[in-house]
């Protein structure tokens, strides 16, 4: 499957699609039909037996990409950039109270937002923290980082 998709890379996403379609929707069928023979074959409760449930039960998720040429195969590109905050997360459980935690986590989610919006998030935090306590309650929404304009 991801061999389809190194072909499908420089294509549109009509046209991913169509090639999904062709190509990997027959291989996911059969990968189906196979799971459903396998899971005739293992005892309940055996660790084969879950991983294969886990896969059926969310085969509508795992296919989904078949049918968008815009959804990517997997989400491993959110998982890289969620990756330095999850192995970060235990050294911040000692932030000192709940709050402080809660309020670092609202910084890194911001700061992460900028990035993901090709922000400096330095450039966009020193703004917007200059801006936070002169801008109306009402208009709050212009200072998230996919709303941000520099004044």
Partial sequence: MYEIER???????GQRCLLRQQRA????ENFHAWLLAQRQKVPDGSATARAIDYSLKRWRALTRYL???????????????????A?????????GSLRSGQRAAA????????????????TYLKDVMARLPTQKASR????????????
């Fill in 25 to 28: 929707g027959p291989l996911l």
């Fill in 67 to 85: 049918d968008d040429g815009a959804v990517p195969i997997d989400n491993n590109w959110v998982e890289n950039q969620i990756r330095p905050w």
């Fill in 140 to 151: 709050i929404n212009e200072l998230l980082p996919h709303n941000w304009q520099p004044e």
């Fill in 7 to 13: 072909q499908a890379r420089e294509l549109d996403d």
């Fill in 87 to 95: 192995l970060g997360r235990s050294n911040w459980l000692f932030a």
């Fill in 107 to 122: 910084v890194m989610s911001l700061i992460q937002s900028a990035r993901m919006n090709r922000l400096d998030p330095y």
